[in-house]
């Protein structure tokens, strides 16, 4: 099966190594970084710079870029990977976005005569390294099976949510409005515990032995007690994300205070020139605000 | 060692019964209400309605009632523990309140000749039950020695985080933080889904196998589902939580735009009638904000 991998960040490029490693599949990795195609070249995939320059006959295309926009441009797009695709060929497509956005792309895609599935993923790029992403599935059990020798590769559990494109994207929304509000809170109290004079390292031993733990803060907070701001997902991430949190949400007439006051938060850590760092350093804006030093800082 | 356990709540109860199983341990419960007593009895407890009625010789007082002021009343007034503690006896307080008051009791202690340790505690009922809390303590060696059998009996884990007390209940104060901000944001998070159209246990189950997982989002949610708003723990602990945390952070001039907003919708939940529910049922704020229907609702 001719497998194309469409682009190679910290999910993609653990996607991409995974596939390489599966029985039965030929993988080719686009991304226009030299660094990336070359490390994923090293490791022996076919690498190339733009979809268009896809091989002829691709039955299957992963898309693990930012957002809707860039997923478009890359199937779509004049330099996209659509007309590479054989027909039947499925299109995965798994960048956060609006559910409108999905299903505005899948019907797209049954204009060009392919598959859709709307699969956005979680896991982090630890979990894409492993081959241990979930994913958050919606599209017909045709696209489904099609798509299936690549899913099995890159994730341990695939949930199919119903055959309308727009049910994933929702349910990676929602999920997205937790993720962003446990990052941010992990920051407040983090802040607050340092601001009342308690150890920073206790504070999070304590934490995520007890009931006020998340995936997030235990995931998270390290890199603040670190003071490693190196992006695994940046700040910049979850501007978008809690953004699309708000848009779903007014979408459907819904109120989502919490959603809304984490998102100003990143928003704000954007704006004082940090969206590019890792997202635990939300944090900035509380320093901002009150003032007090970080772990590492004098 | 004569132990005197005092409030027989969801906490209480589970800790008293770990004691009477702890070897070397003589165990009073007491409790104004009589089924409580009735059941520490059975399990072959002594139990009292007053701590004025305890035995004389009491070398230790574990306090679980709910706040600073039932703590004040049961140890201090004028039907409280102190005129039963044999000198040089430990008052281990696990009440969540502010760190003031944890300072203000400990020097009442410090007056009456007994040792006092600031002892607040995490785990939930279920924890309680098996022996297996947090226990985030400040005080002096003395003290904490001295607590020393009871914490042994009733905790799996504790944390001696400094002499002066006010540290255990700063941190278990930034602890609530976490929890209550958590809880409110799983009620968001699966409000939005259902009126979004989202299967809610299927939203459940995958959040919780994903990185928008937090313990209280896995603990609280099946509430929710199940449609059981029997208080384990109720929307008014955490209406006086995070009323705790809004004070600490005002006192050492922190913001906390999250745990704020958090706390309104609690309120929100206590003025609807339902401060007496299970603290999940703070989507009830979200039901009056939106008009969505619950699981079990037609």
Redesign the interface.
């Known amino acids: 099966m001719r497998v194309a991998v469409i682009g190679l960040g910290s999910m993609g490029m653990g996607a991409a190594l995974n596939l390489l490693r599966a029985p039965g599949l030929e993988v080719s990795g686009v991304d226009p970084r030299e660094a990336a195609r070359v490390e994923f070249a090293a490791a022996g995939g076919t690498a190339a710079a733009r979809a268009a320059d896809l091989p002829d006959g691709i039955e299957a295309v992963l898309v693990l870029v930012v957002n809707a926009a860039q997923t478009e441009a890359a199937l779509f797009g004049p330099e996209g990977a659509a007309p590479r695709c054989a027909p039947g060929s499925v299109l995965i497509v798994s960048a956060t976005m609006a ?1 409108d956005d999905a299903r505005r792309l899948a019907a797209r895609a049954a204009d060009s005569g392919l598959l859709y599935l709307d699969a956005p993923v ?3 790029a630890a ?1 894409a390294r492993a081959g241990a992403m ?1 994913v ?1 599935a919606s599209g017909s059990e045709a696209a489904l099976a099609r798509a299936r020798p690549v899913l099995d590769a890159v994730a341990t ?1 695939v ?1 199919h ?1 119903g055959e309308a494109p727009g ?1 994933g994207s ?2 990676k929304v ?6 962003g ?2 990052i ?3 920051a ?2 983090m ?3 340092i ?4 150890e920073p390292r ?2 999070y031993e ?2 995520t ?9 235990e ?1 998270r907070v390290p890199h603040v007690l670190d003071a490693d701001e190196t992006p695994r997902s940046a700040v910049d991430i979850f501007v978008k994300d809690l953004g699309l ?1 708000g848009d ?2 007014r979408s ?8 809304a ?2 998102h ?2 990143f928003v704000s850590a954007r704006a004082q020139g940090h969206g590019g760092k890792d997202d635990a350093f939300v944090i900035r804006a ?1 320093q901002a ?2 003032g ?1 030093r970080l772990p590492g800082e004098e």
């Open positions: 559910p979680s896991g982090g979990g979930t958050m559990k949930w949510l049910l929702t349910v929602v999920h997205q409005l937790l993720a509000v446990h941010a809170v992990a407040e109290a802040a607050l515990g601001r009342a004079g308690v206790t504070l304590i934490v032995g007890a009931a006020g733990n998340s995936w997030m803060f995931n949190v779903l949400a459907v007439a819904f109120p989502t205070p919490l959603a006051q984490a100003q938060l509380y605000l009150s007090i």
